[in-house]
T-cell receptor, first 113, second 109 residues
Framework: NAGVTQTPKFRVLKTGQSMTLLCAQD?????MYWYRQDPGMGLRLIHY???????AKGEVPDGYNVSRLKKQNFLLGLESAAPSQTSVYFC????????????FGEGSWLTVV | GQNIDQPTEMTATEGAIVQINCTYQTSGFNGLFWYQQHAGEAPTFLSY??LDGLEEKGRFSSFLSRSKGYSYLLLKELQMKDSASYLC??????????WGAGTKLIIKP
């Protein structure tokens, strides 16, 4: 049981380049989330999805886009990377049932130079 | 607004007990989570409370007071491997998680 898998794990981008982070879960979860985590700060929600075909903005959505074409996959796109987007990105999923555990992927370390 | 407050850093001695506090303000409430995060790794689930009281799970216990908007995580018989950040998160009425910045726990021999 793989749980939540993120790819790639590490990436260095040049300013202005675009890229996509892939999150895949095999637990049939409805809810999926993309967070970023910066030193000294809590997890900040970028975008989330409450089911296949749906997406919604979180706390810090600017500069990012997402898609949920299949229930098991949640893609995070950086349209034109900026140094401020250097961060660790975590994907998470849950069934949405009250109290159910939220599972995290291992993280994707992104550096924009 | 919605927010979570927890101490930035705490230090404790191996074998001792430590209590990490968390206060929260959310629009509605659907439970309080505690996660452990070692440096360079993903958060891992520790506990969930939605009713008032203490939930015990081995060396770790979590307490909730909904009327006070307060929770704590109690770690007993501290081990060096407990050195990590501990994240408090409250779930609001829309089932969205509001995360604290985390408490870095340093364990000394």
């Amino acid at each position: 049981n793989a749980g939540v898998t993120q790819t790639p794990k590490f990436r260095v981008l040049k300013t202005g380049q675009s890229m996509t982070l892939l999150c895949a879960q095999d637990m049939n979860h409805e809810y999926m989330y993309w967070y970023r985590q910066d030193p000294g700060m809590g997890l900040r929600l970028i975008h989330y999805s409450v089911g296949e075909g749906t997406t919604a903005k979180g706390e810090v959505p600017d500069g990012y886009n997402v898609s949920r074409l299949k229930k098991q996959n949640f893609l995070l796109g950086l349209e034109s990377a900026a140094p401020s987007q250097t961060s660790v990105y975590f994907c998470a999923s849950t069934s949405g049932i009250e109290g159910n555990t939220i599972y995290f992927g291992e993280g994707s370390w992104l550096t924009v130079v | 607004g919605q927010n979570i407050d927890q101490p930035t850093e705490m230090t404790a001695t191996e074998g001792a007990i430590v209590q990490i506090n968390c206060t929260y303000q959310t629009s509605g409430f659907n439970g309080l989570f505690w996660y452990q995060q070692h440096a360079g790794e993903a958060p891992t689930f520790l506990s969930y409370n939605v009713l008032d009281g203490l939930e015990e799970k081995g060396r770790f216990s979590s307490f909730l007071s909904r009327s006070k908007g307060y929770s704590y995580l109690l770690l007993k018989e501290l081990q060096m491997k407990d050195s990590a950040s501990y994240l408090c998160a409250a779930m609001d009425s829309n089932y969205q998680l509001i995360w604290g910045a985390g408490t870095k726990l340093i364990i000394k021999p």
